[in-house]
T-cell receptor, first 116, second 112 residues
């Protein structure tokens, strides 16, 4: 049963610390997304990659957030330094994009981040 | 501004009853409209995807409708079960992009 995995599932950290979240997309998927979910804003797109190349990171605070795909099986989202307003659930999703076709996005279980 | 609004914000129904959730959007043009189910503490799971040319799509007891002229969609749940308790999120894909624009969801609670 193929699924997106994320680690850690929960993270509590102090303001100013670095946080790294990891995602393993479904094997064979060529597009990976990072989303953030809060009670106030709902789900928001932060960044996404296709074939490991960043396509859009306009939803991300550039000064403290960075997203990378070191290889096809790993995507990372890093926050440095973290702030209390970064507290949220961060979801990774992956999909297989074929030309001009509608495709599914499969979401991971999320990383719940609390910054104190 | 591209927005997706859902109503009601929350809903309580008894097991076995039907219900309908509403979604209005201003996203234009758009590629497709999706409905997701999100259980507490889990990631969203896709229920239906409709392109702009489709006006209904079913997935078991879930039936979604789309009126692209009025920019409205609905999700109808038939014979609700306790496991239907979740948030239901309406999502519109911006045309010619991969960007999903999410509604804030309807929180459904089904009681025995």
């Amino acid at each position: 049963d193929a699924r997106v995995t994320q680690t850690p599932r929960h993270k509590v950290t102090e303001m100013g610390q670095e946080v790294t979240m990891r995602c393993q997309p479904i094997l064979g998927h060529n597009t990976v997304f990072w989303y953030r979910q809060t009670m106030m804003q709902g789900l928001e797109l932060l960044a996404y990659f296709r074939n490991r190349a960043p396509l859009d990171d306009s939803g991300m605070p550039k000064d403290r957030f960075s997203a990378e795909m070191p290889d096809a099986t790993l995507a990372t989202l890093k926050i440095q330094p973290s702030e209390p307003r970064d507290s949220a659930v961060y979801f990774c999703a992956s999909g297989l994009v074929r030309l001009a076709e509608t495709y599914e996005q499969y979401f991971g279980p999320g990383t719940r981040l609390t910054v104190t | 501004k591209n927005q997706v609004e859902q109503s009601p914000q929350s809903l309580i129904i008894l097991e076995g009853k039907n219900c309908t959730l509403q979604c209005n959007y201003t996203v234009s043009p758009f590629s497709n409209l999706r409905w997701y189910k999100q259980d507490t503490g889990r990631g969203p799971v896709s229920l239906t995807i409709m392109t702009f040319s489709e006006n209904t799509k079913s997935n078991g007891r879930y039936t979604a409708t789309l009126d692209a002229d009025t920019k409205q969609s609905s999700l109808h749940i038939t014979a609700s079960q306790l496991s239907d308790s979740a948030s239901y999120i309406c999502v519109v894909t911006l045309y010619n992009t991969d960007k999903l624009i999410f509604g804030t969801g309807t929180r459904l609670q089904v009681f025995p």
